[in-house]
């Protein structure tokens, strides 16, 4: 006998969206917020830290959920949309993982190159590139592009799931929202 396909996202699907959304938030807080600080002062040295860390929560989380997501089928969207809709949504979560993975590698690589180990939780990690303020500079560009990317990205993602929700009325948002 055939297993019905699933409506939902697993409860680890779920758990995981959420969370790597909280991380998300917390990670582009903390370097916002740290402007509000006079340079040097130790709230704002404090919030760069946090920033680091997380970012890099973020990187290993990642990976965990691909795993997750590889392991657990995609629930249908009901009614189904068109197939560029379709299209576009694989298009976005790619970007959203190419994100997720790229920026906190860009800030890893980025303080190695201002000659500073990245920090996470107690541990420092292994150099990636030796102190070369050029390739920081260069970095330090394409990690601030791709900030500005994730908040479209992000921002882009929230939007279509309310789009689904209110507009198509299909259970796009509803397979990922947490509870029954």
């Known amino acids: 006998m055939a297993h019905p396909s699933p409506t939902r996202y697993s409860g680890l699907s779920i758990a995981m969206h959420w969370l790597m959304a909280l991380l998300l938030v917390a990670v582009y807080a903390c370097i ?9 002062s130790e709230p704002r040295e404090l919030l760069k830290h946090w920033h680091f ?3 890099l929560g973020v990187f290993a989380l990642v990976w965990l959920r691909l795993l997750v997501r590889l ?3 995609t629930p249908a969207i ?5 197939a560029w809709q379709t ?6 979560h790619l970007a959203l993982y190419v994100l997720m993975i790229g920026m906190p590698l860009l800030g890893w690589l980025l303080l190695n190159a201002e000659g ?26 394409l990690h601030e592009f791709g900030a500005v990317a994730g908040y479209w990205l992000i921002g882009l993602h929230a939007a279509a799931g309310l789009f689904h929700h209110y507009f198509s009325r299909d ?5 990922m929202l947490p509870g029954r």
Do not use: I, Q, Y
């Not at 916002?32 to 040097?40: A, C, H, I, S």
């Not at 590139?129 to 050029?134: E, I, L, N, Y």
């Not at 259970?171 to 397979?175: A, E, P, S, V, Y």
């Open 32 to 40: 916002e917020l740290k402007g509000n600080f006079p340079k040097g």
């Open 53 to 55: 860390m997380l970012g």
């Open 71 to 73: 392991l657990h089928k």
């Open 78 to 82: 009901s009614p189904a949309p068109p």
């Open 87 to 92: 299209g576009v949504a694989h298009l976005m």
């Open 116 to 141: 500073k180990p990245a920090p996470f939780f107690g541990l420092e990690l292994p150099l990636l590139v030796d102190k070369d303020s050029v390739l920081a500079e260069r970095l330090e560009e």
């Open 171 to 175: 259970n796009t948002l509803t397979r």
